[in-house]
């Protein structure tokens, strides 16, 4: 379903790459054997901005996917995507990269 307007993080990209950054902790093994690359998770954005079903759709590691779960899991509610003017449950996806 197309939605009017798609869910986002409170304050924006800007904001989201800000609150990655300092809340990424790249794991000590992964670090260690130098695994880099991008995770992609999808989740429904809920009504009330919160997440849920969270899902790898593209793994780099174990331990880098599971450390993209952790991030996603502290994330402040979202803002909601609309359509007629109400919020609805929306699908979203994003990649979270992991550079050394």
């Known amino acids: ?38 995770v992609i998770l999808t989740f429904v954005v809920e009504k009330d901005g919160t997440l849920s079903d969270l899902r790898v759709i593209r793994s780099v590691s174990p331990e880098l996917d599971q450390e993209a779960l952790r991030l996603m899991s502290i994330l402040p509610p979202w803002v909601p995507g609309t359509q007629g003017g109400k919020p609805v449950r929306v699908q979203f996806s994003v990649p979270i990269g992991f550079r050394l």
């Open 1 to 38: 379903m197309r939605v009017e307007t798609i869910p986002e993080f409170k304050g924006g990209n800007e904001k989201f790459a800000k609150f990655l950054n300092k809340n990424l902790k790249y794991p000590k093994q992964a670090r260690i054997d130098k695994i880099q690359g991008t």
